[in-house]
């Protein structure tokens, strides 16, 4: 099976606190769901008050992130499925409780992980 990235960036969920609230409750219906069904790898947000960190092979870090990547924000997930369409219909859960449009990119399939 193949793992897919389902995301969203922070700036999509500019909502009212009540929104946000029955949002966030709706989401987190969607993801004891994808438990259940045994399709839940891994999700989460990424915490906005830690500065990035670029690491180098010594272990030296230095504060920022790759030029590409300095807007990386947002709500995340990684559900393992059987197909592409699947993926489709999960991220259009998760876009309907979150209220926004969700990207959705696939892993590259590898044996070792």
Known sequence: MTKYLISFPSSAMLQSPQ???????????IVREAKEAGIWVFGGALDETVVPAMVDAKG??????????????GGYCIL??????EAVAWAAKLAAACRCAQELRAFHYDPES
């Open 19 to 29: 929104d946000l609230q029955e949002a966030s409750d709706a989401t987190r219906a």
């Open 60 to 73: 030296v870090t230095t504060k920022g992130t790759y030029p590409e990547t300095r807007h990386l924000d």
């Open 80 to 85: 393992e499925l059987p197909s592409y369409d």
